[in-house]
């Protein structure tokens, strides 16, 4: 009988040892998402797993640690690769990117379309809005704005719009919605939020080393 229990006792102090292994190598890891730079596709306070052993591709979420702090960013280009945002639309390459995930804007339209919409159903009185003057701001997934047809009133800077975080992190009178082109270099990744007027991603604080990425969310 007690050879049993030993046999029982060592085998579950193995997995024990197994699963703090696993986690500190970054074999497998779960996180827990803290900021709103990701929505609609991952919620505040949303575990998620990750994994060091998978490769990280162009529109992979990944799990990062800069300045001693983790977050959770997509994937938009590797190293070599030329990336551009005019007018709020990201281009990579030259092309316009393809994204086959969701992305959220912040959107500005008059009460009237607003009644309207949640009138018709196209959109829900409960999302996230206030009002500015006159013009209701909401922050809405762009799929349903297209859908809603008020994928025009989208919140874009001007070109001439000044950004002093991201000309002091740049060097260039880029803002948030009209910067670049910038070119990848070695070893680095280029990161945006999918909650894009509300991440603070590459456009603020520079590329991400690929020595600082801790896994890739699975």
């Known amino acids: 009988?007690?050879?049993?229990?030993?046999?029982?006792?060592?085998?579950?102090?193995?997995?024990?040892?197994?699963?703090?292994?696993?986690?500190?190598?970054?074999?497998?890891?779960?996180?827990?998402?803290?900021?709103?730079?990701?929505?609609?596709?991952?919620a505040v306070d949303?575990?998620?797993?990750?994994?060091?052993l998978k490769e990280a591709k162009r529109g992979d979420l990944i799990v990062v640690k800069t300045s001693g702090e983790r977050s959770i960013y997509r994937l938009c280009a590797l190293a070599g690769d030329k990336i551009e945002v005019?007018?709020?639309?990201?281009?990579?390459?030259?092309?316009?990117?393809?994204?086959?995930?969701?992305?959220k804007h912040s959107?500005?339209?008059?009460?009237?379309i607003y009644n309207d919409l949640v009138g018709s159903g196209k959109i829900k009185a409960e999302e996230t809005m206030y009002a500015i003057g006159e013009k209701i701001h909401m922050e809405i997934i762009d799929t349903q704005a297209k859908k809603a047809g008020i994928y025009q009133y989208k919140e874009v800077k001007m070109?001439?719009?000044?950004?002093?975080?991201?000309e002091q992190q740049w060097s260039n009178k880029w803002n948030v919605d009209n910067f670049g082109p910038a070119l990848v270099p070695k070893d680095s990744f280029f990161v945006l939020?999918?909650?894009?007027?509300?991440?603070?991603?590459?456009?603020?604080?520079g590329f991400i080393k690929k020595s600082e990425l801790l896994g890739v969310i699975l």
């Open 1 to 42: 009988m007690k050879k049993i229990i030993f046999i029982f006792a060592g085998f579950f102090i193995l997995l024990i040892c197994l699963w703090i292994s696993i986690r500190f190598l970054g074999i497998f890891n779960t996180y827990k998402n803290v900021s709103a730079a990701n929505e609609p596709n991952i």
């Open 46 to 52: 949303q575990i998620v797993m990750a994994s060091n």
């Open 86 to 103: 005019k007018m709020g639309e990201v281009y990579l390459n030259g092309k316009l990117m393809v994204q086959n995930y969701n992305t």
């Open 107 to 112: 959107y500005n339209f008059s009460n009237e």
């Open 159 to 166: 070109p001439v719009y000044r950004d002093e975080q991201i």
């Open 193 to 205: 939020g999918d909650n894009r007027n509300n991440a603070r991603d590459s456009r603020y604080i």
